[in-house]
């Protein structure tokens, strides 16, 4: 999959400052934040790379960093509770057989184009679009205005096809990010990877914590998460999994404040990785979340925690 940045109407090799000749090449294109990539996202996706190779077309996923919502404000006062941060989601969509992947730098004179602007200059003009795939509730250009039937005026204007994907539902309910936001809020792990279609993954980079969770026998590496945006679940202590140098370690990760060793302390994040020794300082690690043990509590003495971390160690050992 190959990935370039566009701003300022210049196009670059992804993180590179140097433009690149870009040539404009005949498409299918899907447009959308895709946060969290879930099954709703896939299902879009699957479609537009159907059509792709069915109609001889590149596949093209346009999606946007920052996110708008970050951009455009309006509510939003704390952070946004994304479901992937833009490296995670790249490595999501690796997986879905697209040829390119198009980051749009999302600011706001970027969103002050109208859905025909963005149509005509970026999709068509930029991309080559031939065919435009977009979800049933999927809204275009500035405040979401344009809709299906625009596309389709615009296609025959322009010449692309347009196809609308149906809503996906699991057990009846609607699919949607803040669905599975909901889910993550309330550690409900396994029904929000079912409509994810996969983990539910923090990413970060091991960081030198403070040693206390050696001095109780089970050291942790701790992960300084880069994005302030990403979404915690619930507080508490978690199954996970992680991939180190192409073998799969399970762990036993704790999210929250530390109450029993820390007061007023700030959202953490650290992981007992089972059975490893040796140093991960510096490393970027990720974790697959798995399974929801129990919520964080303070327990009166660090002993009574001590035996706690046993028996959630347990629980990780027999969920393997």
Known sequence: MQIVEYRSNRVFPFRSEEPEEFPVVASAVTVGAFDGVHRGHRKIISRMVSIARQRALRSVVVTFDPHPRRVLGGEVTGPLGLLTTLEEKITLLRSADVDLLFVVRFTPEFAMQSSEEFIKNV?????GAKSIVIGYD???????????????????????????????????????????????????????????GSFYTISGTVVEGDGRGRGLG????????????????????????????????????NVGVRPTVEDGGRTSVEAHILGWEG??????????????????????????????????????????
């Not at 999709?123 to 991309?127: K, Q, S």
């Not at 500035?142 to 699991?170: A, K, Y």
């Not at 992960?223 to 991939?243: C, M, R």
């Open 218 to 253: 089970f050291p942790t590496v701790n992960i300084h998460i880069p994005d302030p945006h990403k979404l915690l679940p619930q507080s508490g202590v978690y199954v996970a999994e992680s991939n180190i140098d192409g073998l799969s370690w399970m762990a036993m990760m």
């Open 279 to 320: 140093s991960l300082y510096g490393r970027e690690l990720s974790f697959n979340l798995l399974h929801f043990i129990r919520r964080e509590r303070k327990f009166p003495t660090l002993e009574a925690l001590r035996q706690q971390l046993e028996k959630d160690k347990k629980t990780v050992e027999l969920y393997c």
């Open 138 to 196: 999927h809204g275009f250009g500035r405040n979401r205005s344009g809709s299906g039937d625009d596309l389709r005026r615009l296609g025959l204007e322009l010449g692309f096809t347009v196809d609308v994907e149906s809503e996906v539902r699991i057990a009846d309910e609607h699919f949607s990010s803040t669905r599975i936001r909901q889910l993550l809020g309330l550690g409900r792990i396994e029904e929000a990877n079912a409509f994810l």
């Open 123 to 127: 999709l068509v003009g930029l991309l």
